[in-house]
T-cell receptor, first 112, second 108 residues
């Protein structure tokens, strides 16, 4: 039982490049979310999904895109990377949005 | 003003000391979470509570709904407790609001 698997762990991009952060969970959770963590700030919600085919914006959605074609997978796409997107990204899943969250290991992204 | 405030921001302790981390919030909630972020970055859930008190090993979490306040206590602290402790609240929606965390260092 792997829990939440998030890849890659580290990534360096140049401004303007695009990439996809992968997230998969094997707990059959309906709710999945993406957060970013920046120094001095709490985790901030980027996008979330309450089930396959359903996604919605969080607090800081600009510059990011998501899709949820299966219950297991919830990839996050950076469309055109900017230095302001340098951050640590966490994927999480839970039975419901307010319930216990299970986090992936995180992706440390640097945009030069 | 942040909806979730943690104090202190940083805390150092000697091994064996009793530690308290506080969380105050300004919105009505259905639940409050305490999370631990290890120095390597991974985040794990410690407690989810909506009333009263919960205990797991040397960790105790309490919540006072009327005062909108929660505390996380660590008894007999150990260097392996060194981590960032994060409070998060669920304000009757699907989305959590996170505090900025309390960085704890426990020295031998």
């Amino acid at each position: 039982n792997a829990g939440v698997t998030q890849t890659p762990k580290f990534q360096v991009l140049k401004t303007g490049q695009s990439m996809t952060l992968q997230c998969a969970q094997d707990m059959n959770h309906e709710y999945m979310s993406w957060y970013r963590q920046d120094p001095g700030m709490g985790l901030r919600l980027i996008h979330y999904s309450v089930g396959a085919g359903i996604t919605d914006q969080g607090e800081v959605p600009n510059g990011y895109n998501v899709s949820r074609s299966t219950t297991e997978d919830f990839p996050l796409r950076l469309l055109s990377a900017a230095p302001s997107q340098t951050s640590v990204y966490f994927c999480a899943s839970s039975q419901q949005g307010w319930h216990i969250q299970y986090f992936g290991a995180g992706t440390r992204l640097s945009v030069l | 003003k942040n909806e979730v405030e943690q104090s202190p921001q940083n805390l150092t302790a000697q091994e064996g000391e009793f530690i308290t981390i506080n969380c105050s919030y300004s919105v009505g909630i259905s639940a409050l979470h305490w999370l631990q972020q290890h120095p390597g970055g991974g985040i794990v859930s410690l407690f989810m509570l909506s009333s009263g008190k919960k205990k797991h090993g040397r960790l105790i979490a309490t919540i006072n709904i009327q005062e909108k306040h929660s505390s996380l206590h660590i008894t007999a602290s150990h260097p392996r407790d060194s981590a960032v402790y994060i409070c998060a609240v669920a304000p009757y929606t699907d989305k959590l609001i996170f505090g900025t965390g309390t960085r704890l260092q426990v020295f031998p």
